[in-house]
């Protein structure tokens, strides 16, 4: 746990939350500024600042929790989807630097999160921007 991280705080305890399910490995909570009704936040309870730093065990942990904690909001709340929405970096959008996983119902034509623009590929350009990422695989 890191001292100043308020994330930190809410995953062990030390910060009362709405709390939807915890195990030892992390805390989901609703989120107190929701894009939706059910906006929950999955807190692993070990600090990584983000997905770069985070070990195989938390992840398949805690991508396993957030599919438990979706298919229950859908039955709960009767939504027509779910979003998963991780973060990493200002560029991003990470605005608090403890690895989180936004769980939030959707309804048809909600309106909530935008959707980008498809782009494409050059003839041999997905190959190479494939090839640059795999050379660069740990």
């Not at 909570?29 to 936040?41: F, Q, S, T």
């Not at 039955?75 to 996983?101: R, Y």
């Not at 997905?126 to 090839?131: F, K, P, S, T, W």
Request: charged content about 20%; overall charge negative.
């Amino acid at each position: 746990m890191q001292e100043n991280c308020i994330f930190c705080k809410i995953a062990a305890g030390e910060i009362p939350s709405a709390t939807i399910y915890e195990d030892e490995v992390c805390r989901v909570i609703l989120d107190i500024a929701p894009a939706a009704k059910g906006h929950a936040i999955l807190l692993p309870k070990k600090h990584f600042a983000n997905i770069f730093e985070i070990d195989k065990e938390t992840a398949g942990s805690i991508l396993y929790t957030a599919s438990r904690v979706a298919a229950a909001m859908k039955e709960a709340l009767g939504c027509d989807g779910i979003n998963l929405l991780q973060n990493n970096g200002p560029a991003a959008g990470q605005t608090v630097f403890h690895l989180h996983i936004h769980i939030i119902p959707r309804f048809e034509n909600d309106g909530l999160l935008p959707t980008w623009e498809q782009g494409s590929y050059a003839d041999g350009e997905a190959a190479e921007v494939a090839q640059k990422i795999q050379n660069c695989l740990k």
